[in-house]
């Protein structure tokens, strides 16, 4: 449980860190539909998944200040800066994943793009549920750990998809250097998926590491 001051204030900053990846997310699942229906607006939607992840950025600064101030008894705190770094990996990602749509500019086929589609909603998907897990750790444990296995179905979803995409474009005509341009853009948003079950997995071990 959560006593002083401090500790209150990181939790709500937690929760604003989440808010900032789940914007980083949605735009950059906007980004993905106007880059596939050919809408040039995806460039200027991409500056706002790197806002969303500069601002993520800024409130994991803020949290681990408050940790360095304090927050938390000293075994503790390394468990919370990493959880806050497993968080932000999400949004770095997404501006990973936009940068790669933005500068090189991948010709995607129309047997992929629902693939693509479907592959960042599942990673959206298990960072939600994460987020969701993260709300519920100082209230509710039991549904924290339900929540932490809807991330993990998620991603196993999500690698699925990612593995059929991945064969579909290599069993296609296309040229090879085509086809490795577009797995690494399928491998990039599957990564999505991984972060949110990483961090979810750091969750789960500051728990079991709670004294009884």
Request: with cysteine; proline share 2%; glycine share 4%.
């Amino acid at each position: 449980m959560l006593f002083s001051r401090k500790e209150k204030q990181v939790e709500q900053l937690f929760s604003r860190h989440c808010e900032k990846v789940t914007d980083a997310l949605k735009h950059l699942e906007g980004l993905l539909s106007a880059y596939l229906n050919l809408n040039k607006e995806f460039k200027e939607t991409s500056l706002k998944v790197h806002q969303s992840e500069q601002e993520a950025d800024i409130v994991k600064q803020e949290i681990e200040s408050l940790l360095y101030q304090g927050a938390f008894l000293p075994i503790n705190r390394g468990d919370y800066i990493l959880l806050a770094e497993f968080i932000d990996r999400v949004a770095n990602q997404c501006e990973k994943t936009a940068n790669l749509i933005v500068l090189t500019r991948p010709a995607i086929p129309e047997f992929l793009a629902s693939d693509l589609r479907d592959l960042l909603a599942k990673g959206k998907a298990g960072f939600d549920s994460f987020a969701r897990a993260l709300e519920e750790v100082n209230h509710d444990v039991k549904r924290m750990k339900q929540l932490v296995q809807e991330v993990i179905t998620f991603e196993s979803e999500a690698d699925r998809v990612q593995w059929e995409a991945i064969k579909k474009v290599f069993k296609s005509e296309i040229e090879l250097a085509y086809k490795l341009h577009l797995r690494e853009l399928i491998m990039d948003i599957g990564e999505i998926s991984d972060l949110a079950e990483d961090a979810s997995e750091r969750l789960g071990i500051m728990v079991v590491k709670r004294p009884l």
